[in-house]
Nanobody, 127 residues
């Protein structure tokens, strides 16, 4: 059973940084590719980034690759999203998600392919 819990959100000024964490309480974390998505009020869910099971492959959404970095520590059942140079447009609820994949190097960018979701953590960037 996968249970994801995000943390690290909060209020930050534009140009600031935050690091989000997502911990899986299950025992098979390394069998899952992980993703981060976000959703702002009145907007559709947006892909932020994804990381493969072994952490060697990452991929980011538009305009995020130069500011956001994903990493994972399989020993700690944790995936991270380091966000820098934050902008007011980054304000949203951020969700982590897990997808069971047989391939160590594969990732997913579409939210519909993910099997499990966390409850989300709010990120607010003030101007």
């Amino acid at each position: 059973q996968v249970q994801l819990v995000e943390s690290g959100g909060g209020l930050v000024q534009a140009g600031g940084s935050l690091r989000l964490s997502c911990v899986d309480s299950g025992r098979t974390f390394n069998m899952y590719a992980m993703g981060w998505f976000r959703q702002a009020p009145g907007k559709e869910r947006e892909f932020v980034g994804a990381i493969s099971r072994n952490g060697k492959i990452t991929y980011y959404g538009n305009s995020m690759e130069d500011r956001f970095t994903m990493s994972r520590d399989n020993a700690k059942n944790t995936v991270y999203l380091q966000m820098t140079s934050l902008k007011p447009d980054d304000t949203a609820v951020y969700y982590c998600a897990a997808r069971l994949l047989a391939t160590e190097h594969a990732i997913s960018t579409w939210w519909g392919e993910y099997n499990y979701w966390g409850q989300g953590t709010q990120v607010t960037v003030s101007s």
